[in-house]
């Protein structure tokens, strides 16, 4: 896949690819200060786990979910982004968010991607965009209908908001994939969707 780096002419190629046990040493990389930290969010903020801590259970379901619950981004052999994009019922957060139960049809094929982390040097690059639409090939191949998310609408605030509070993306990223405003949970909160089958 192919983004362009912002102010440079020529195109860079970004590979994703998925998150596999293999791959598991080079992951924490992309969480930059935050990897020597085992109780930072590690991509579980929607998700309900018994391990001891966010990493040990990100690192569990790395080495055994089949398929892989997450896309890693390359560019120039060195990973600079990751996102989780699974089937929506495997994330308690989102199915028993109750603004979202408004606007969410009941589909047990509907996918979600929920985060999106890519390393400090590169945001603003491409890069989010790059993973968000292998997501959307990612879930397409497992049989996925649609692929849902809920990105932040930065439009709408007050001031320029900082990484963490854009983790889920931004409304910029999800209209330059290709996805459709379904509804909002909040007036920065639009709930965006990409039909992948048709029912």
């Given at each position: ?37 085992p ?14 801590t966010?990493?040990?259970?990100l690192?569990r379901?790395i ?11 390359y ?5 600079v ?9 495997t ?60 990105p932040?609408?930065?439009d ?11 983790f ?19 007036p ?12």
């Amino acid at each position: 896949m192919l983004v362009q780096q912002e102010g440079s002419e020529p195109m860079t190629t970004v590979r994703v690819v998925p998150a596999t046990a293999a791959r598991w040493p080079q992951l924490g990389r992309v969480f930059g200060p935050r990897e020597k930290n085992p109780t930072s969010c590690w991509c579980q903020r929607f998700r309900r786990h018994d391990e001891p801590t966010n990493r040990d259970a990100l690192q569990r379901e790395i080495h055994q979910a089949d398929p892989p619950v997450g896309l890693l981004a390359y560019l120039n052999g060195d990973v600079v982004g990751w996102t989780r994009a699974v089937p929506r019922s495997t994330l308690p957060g989102i199915t028993e968010h109750r603004a979202l139960a408004r606007i969410l049809d009941e589909d047990l094929d509907a996918w979600w991607v929920s985060c999106f982390v890519v390393r400090r040097e590169h945001r603003g690059s491409g890069i989010g965009v790059a993973l968000l639409e292998a997501a959307v090939d990612w879930a397409a191949q497992h049989g996925a209908s649609v692929l849902d998310g809920h990105p932040v609408d930065t439009d709408g605030l007050a001031r320029i908001p900082s990484p963490s509070a854009v983790f889920t993306g931004t409304l910029a990223m999800f209209r330059r994939a290709g996805f459709a405003e379904i509804g909002r949970t909040y007036p920065t909160r639009p709930v965006m969707r990409r039909e992948l089958l048709h029912r």
